[in-house]
């Protein structure tokens, strides 16, 4: 069986029926604004058989079982497509995080040095204080 690839480059026209099997892009169009605007390309699969073929060949309905002429694989969609609550720590890394890293960290470094200084400097009088009372009544 011949299978033919089309694209939506191709001008010239092919009959389904020599072929038996086509593959290629046809493209989407909106008219709404009396304008002709492509707006998109469906990527699709045709394949014509005969009754007996196709009682060898048992699709499924969609990708439920038997899914195999053809195989219909997983859709590719990003990961975050479906993730509204983690879209902001999303949106964040994009951002904020790719570029900034290296200053998020160093900064973040930085408050700590200077948190554990503050401390320091905040309960040495204190502990000094204590030092010198101990050595006092001794």
């Known amino acids: 069986m011949e299978e033919a690839v089309v694209s939506t480059q191709s001008t010239g026209r092919i009959s ?9 892009y046809w493209p989407v169009y909106d008219d709404s604004l009396g304008e002709k605007e492509q707006t998109g390309v469906v990527e699709m699969e045709i394949e014509i058989m005969t009754e007996e073929e196709a009682n060898e060949k048992k699709a499924g309905q969609g ?14 969609r990003p990961s975050t497509s479906f ?3 983690m879209m902001p720590l999303i949106i964040f890394k994009i951002l904020v995080w790719d570029k900034y890293k290296w200053y998020i960290i160093l900064a973040f470094i930085i408050l700590l040095i ?8 905040y ?3 204190g502990a000094i204080t204590m030092d010198i009372f101990a050595k006092k009544q001794n």
């Open 16 to 24: 389904i029926l020599d072929k038996k099997k086509i593959k290629g």
């Open 63 to 76: 990708r439920s079982d038997p899914n195999e002429h053809p195989t219909l694989e997983p859709p590719d």
């Open 83 to 85: 993730r509204w609550l």
């Open 114 to 121: 200077i948190a554990f200084l503050g401390l320091l400097i």
């Open 123 to 125: 309960t040495s009088p």
